[in-house]
């Protein structure tokens, strides 16, 4: 019996093993498993991932309230500063990628809904956006330091994730911030008046 159950745990790890690998190679769903990244592909995801923050922090400046606007100029000078220190390591050699010059498709399309919000809906958009962001660019940057190929690129990644942890952290806040006061303004209670003649 001992035998049997040995058999049939290392059958199961063997085979959810092989099965995750398979699933990363089809669907993408590398970041869910933890692997690390090519540095082509981190260069490029944190690269357009900067370029989408600045572009969405632009337009919370000119639709955002207070809390985002604040949240957005921190954005703009955080994301313009991390990629200068990409393109700066990429431009001198030590780190083999091309640093993409544009929003891809799907970068665009939230732009888009950004731009287009009407200024009752902006929030609504924007903070959980912001939220899903940087949930994402924690986790690259968090696989490509601990596995990414190129060890430049891995120290500049792992100096890098504090400041996106807070980023998190801050569109954590400013989206439940956002959620609290949507709640309270719906749970208006009616008084049993009738209405004020």
């Keep these: ?26 669907t993408g769903v590398n970041s869910v498993l933890g692997v690390a990244p090519s540095t082509a592909d981190f260069v490029k995801e944190a690269a357009t991932s900067d370029m989408l923050e600045i572009e969405a922090a632009k337009i919370a400046q000119q639709k955002g309230n207070d809390e985002e606007k604040k949240f957005a100029g921190q954005m703009i000078a955080d994301h313009t500063k991390t990629s200068e220190e990409i393109r700066g390591l990429v431009t001198s050699g030590q780190v083999k990628a091309e640093v993409p010059t544009a929003l891809d498709d ?45 060890k430049m690129l891995q120290a500049w990644a792992e100096k890098t994730l504090p400041t996106l942890k807070h980023h998190l952290v801050m569109a954590t806040k400013v989206n439940e911030d956002r959620r609290a006061q949507t709640v309270g303004q719906s749970k208006a209670q009616p008084t049993g008046k009738g209405p004020e003649r």
């Design 1 to 26: 019996m001992k035998k049997l159950l040995i058999v049939l745990a290392a059958t199961t790890m063997l085979t959810s093993g092989v099965l995750a690998e398979s699933l990363g190679e089809k």
């Design 106 to 150: 799907s970068a665009k399309s939230k732009l888009d809904k950004l731009r287009t919000a009407k200024p009752g809906d902006f929030a609504a958009i924007y903070d959980p956006m912001q939220v899903s962001a940087h949930q994402d660019a924690v986790s690259l940057f968090e696989r490509y330091a601990k596995g990414g190929d190129n």
